[in-house]
């Protein structure tokens, strides 16, 4: 099928940019040094893509994701980076023959996981972004409460995400170094193999992590290429311009097609006046026709592919995939 | 069920809400002088609700909406109020029996609803939101196009999108009949039954449109709630507390479950810090515990809908109905 077929809006990837993107972050870090995020793709083909590379475990943020890998058979190491006060479907997925680990940081998250029928656990700790995790200092308590309870400590992880785009490059070396040096005397406490830690803004200099919990790199978007990355944006909203005025156009990709919060989609040699449901605004520098085909760079890739049915990977105007994102949902 | 089994985050409808929601609507605007906009809320239970109201001509703004509308037995007279550059999905649903009505606003346009088997449109023309329409000034000339394609011209639409939040109502309503002039003078020349414009924001000042479209007012949200409409938020987002730190907390409500383009949700009794994919900060007025249940309030109805499977009608703790948000996707 041609690009120019595709019913818009639609999610775009670039095959060369991907398989760029997914080398050179694991010649960075090889084998399990990466534990690939599944939310920021939410895509099981994509995950396969991940797994043949030799990164055998995985990241996820909602048990939808613990289940759709699993299903897909991509279930050999699964952490569910994330507290869950019912647990009983991760249970059913470690009955199924999945290895599943799930963060914990209180007594009840401990005793969630116990009466779910999970068996394996890291202590998630705060390393300074105000979210989940406990205090360094109680990772140790929560270790030993998490042991008494039957359950096996593989570790610690703590997400220093408010470091992400944080610059130069050696202030952000240096303000990590902070933030693992609490998890790695965290880690001290509560004993395992596991230091699990970063993402895509960090994953090059977070060298205290045994594993990095990267995901946009694989897909990237205009906020992450802000960074001096070696990662390029693979991905891009396909959408049709439907009306044209003097002075401005629109095209039929909106805030039902786009995450927002980083703010509005880039077009490239337009400018971005604003976005309605189905709809964005924008001044092109050249003029556009109606029912012209134009690329749409979303500001977050996150929540901007938690709102498509399928990814569309491309190679020039050919469309030879079609990958569902099958991750969706809770 | 009670809303405590409910798997989070999960949107939940107050019943009692809605029901006043859509009584007090009909009462204002009975009969076909209301054209309920489905997106927003994408889900024909809701939809079939409006139409036992006696509403019984709807708004959508996608081919998918139309699509999912005519299946659901809601097609006797669907407007499309977007333009398309290729409508042979709507022709299929004219076959099918359903009477659809698509905008046009440009030569392309007029084309592809001839092409695609499209037999009535109504003319979309600029009313001063930047977006969508042709000037007024060429209404006529559109619609002169249409006949020579052999379309029946039913009308005008225009969307004064621009005044839904401006305040005070008396200089709404001056600025609105500034709009309805341009539309009303636009429709001399083009003629049919039809002046559709309008939404949430603007219909009880907007006198000039035979017919509103507005959507929000079923459910609200926190941007509308500031006006003083006599509609109440009927939505939430259902969420579990799943971390508690000292001078903060986390629900499992984030960005991939709240639309975000009007900024942070809100919790009442607390202050939003910051949300993340799966997660929403917040700082509580009163203390609150590890697997408490709270409800957040989004700030933007549509884009919210769209993020999730299902609506979850709620009386008190009693879940009394689960309707599909069955109209997502394009």
Redesign the interface.
């Known amino acids: 099928m041609d690009v120019g077929e595709l019913?818009?809006?639609a999610l775009v990837v670039e095959q060369a940019l991907l398989t760029a993107n997914l080398d050179v972050m694991s010649a960075a870090l090889p084998g399990n040094r990466l534990r690939p995020h599944v939310?920021a793709h939410k895509c099981t083909s994509l995950a396969r893509a991940q797994h043949r590379r030799g990164h055998l475990g995985f990241t996820c943020?909602?048990i939808r994701e613990v289940e759709g890998m699993a299903c897909a058979g991509l279930g050999g190491d699964l952490l569910l980076a994330?507290?869950?006060?019912?647990a009983r479907r991760l249970g059913a997925v470690i009955q199924d023959g999945a290895r599943v680990t799930v963060a914990v940081?209180?007594?009840?998250?401990v005793a969630?996981a116990a009466a779910g029928g999970v068996t394996e656990v890291v202590v998630d700790v705060?390393v300074g972004l105000?979210?989940?995790?406990c205090?360094p200092a109680d990772a140790g308590r929560i270790a030993e409460l998490a042991g008494s309870r039957g359950l096996t400590v593989r570790g610690v992880m703590g997400y220093e995400?408010h470091l992400m785009m944080a610059q130069p490059v050696a202030e952000q070396a240096r303000l990590t170094a902070e933030c693992m040096a609490l998890l790695t005397a965290a880690h001290a406490d509560v004993g395992g193999d596991l230091i699990s830690a970063g993402g895509t803004g960090t994953y090059a200099v977070n060298t205290w992590a045994t594993e990095i919990q990267a995901g946009s790199y694989a897909l990237m978007d205009t906020a992450y290429a802000q960074l001096d990355l070696p990662f390029a944006n693979a991905l891009s909203v396909l959408a049709?311009v439907?009306?044209?005025?003097p002075?401005?156009a629109?095209a039929?990709v909106g805030?039902?097609?786009l995450?927002?919060?980083h703010g509005n989609p880039t077009i490239p040699g337009a400018t971005v006046?604003f976005?309605?449901?189905?709809?964005t605004?924008f001044a092109p520098e050249e003029p556009v026709?109606?029912?012209q085909r134009i690329r749409v760079l979303p500001a977050?890739v996150?929540?901007t592919v938690?709102?498509?049915?399928a990814l569309h990977v491309v190679d020039g105007e050919v469309v030879i995939d079609r990958w569902p994102v099958d991750l969706r949902?809770?």
Do not use: I, Y
Request: proline share 5%; net charge negative.
């Open positions: 019913q818009t809006p939310k943020a909602t994330n507290e869950v006060l019912d940081d209180s007594v009840e998250t969630a705060n105000p979210r989940c995790g205090a995400g049709t439907v009306s044209v005025s002075g401005w629109v039929d805030l039902k097609s995450g927002m919060d006046w976005c309605s449901d189905e709809h605004t026709r109606v029912g977050h996150d929540p938690a709102l498509h049915e949902g809770w």
